[in-house]
C-alpha cells in the first residue's frame, strides 16, 4: 500500500468525461484507491476502472523514476558527516597531521579542511555591540575657530565633506595646510 501518488491532469480530464457529477466524483474517489493500494482494478466498476488503468502506469511509472532518483543519490545524498572540534584537536595535538586526523576520523582530508575553516570563521566573528547609541563623546575634537569665509559641506550621512574641488570642480585631495586647519595639532 502506498502513502501518496501522483495526481495528473490527464485523470481529471479522463474522469471529466463522465456524463454527470456523480460518476465524475465516483471515478475520481476509486481512481484514489487504487493508486494508494486500498483497491485493485478488479474490485471497482468498468467507468472507474478504465480511468484506473490509464492511471496506474503512470503513477507506477513515476514511483521508479522516484526510486531510481533516491537510489542515484540525487533525492538527499549521503547525510553530511559531522566532525567533532575537539577530537580533531587533540588527535592533530598527538600525531601534528591533519591527513592522519582525516584517517582516524575516516572523513576525507578536503571534508576536514571546510570544517577547519568554518571552525576558523566561527571563531573570528566579532562580537556585537550592545548599544549602538552609545557615543564617545570624549574622543570627538571639535574646533573653535571658525571663520566666516569657511564653509562645511556635508555629504549623505551627515559627516563633514574632507574633499577639497580644484578650480575645474573636480574632487580632488585636501592640501596639507587645509588638513591642518581642520585637525590643528594638539
Known amino acids: 500500500m502506498s502513502d501518496s501518488f501522483i495526481f495528473y491532469k490527464s485523470f481529471y480530464d ?3 468525461q463522465a456524463p454527470d457529477d456523480a460518476t465524475k466524483h465516483e471515478i475520481l474517489w476509486h481512481l484514489v484507491e487504487v493508486c494508494l493500494g486500498i483497491k485493485t482494478v478488479n ?3 468498468f467507468p472507474a476502472s478504465a480511468v484506473a488503468v490509464q492511471a496506474l ?3 507506477e511509472s513515476a514511483k521508479l523514476r ?3 532518483a533516491v537510489s542515484d543519490g540525487k533525492k538527499g545524498g549521503r547525510p553530511r558527516k559531522w566532525i567533532d572540534r575537539a577530537e580533531a584537536e587533540r588527535l592533530f595535538a598527538e600525531t601534528q ?3 592522519s586526523v582525516a584517517e582516524k576520523l575516516n572523513v576525507s582530508e578536503d571534508t576536514l579542511y571546510r570544517a577547519r575553516m568554518k571552525w576558523k570563521k566561527d571563531t573570528a566573528k566579532p562580537a556585537k555591540p550592545q548599544n549602538l547609541n552609545v557615543y ?3 574622543s570627538v575634537y571639535v574646533s573653535d575657530n571658525v571663520n566666516e569665509s ?3 559641506n556635508s555629504n549623505k550621512k551627515g559627516t563633514p565633506d574632507t574633499t577639497t574641488t580644484d578650480p575645474n570642480g573636480s574632487p580632488s585631495r585636501p592640501t ?3 588638513v591642518l586647519e581642520w585637525c590643528p595639532p594638539d
Request: zero cysteines.
Open 97 to 99: 597531521s591533519w591527513q
Open 57 to 59: 502506469a503512470s503513477v
Open 14 to 16: 479522463a474522469a471529466s
Open 150 to 152: 569657511d564653509t562645511i
Open 66 to 68: 522516484y526510486g531510481k
Open 176 to 178: 596639507s595646510e587645509r
Open 136 to 138: 564617545d563623546y570624549d
Open 43 to 45: 474490485d471497482i466498476p
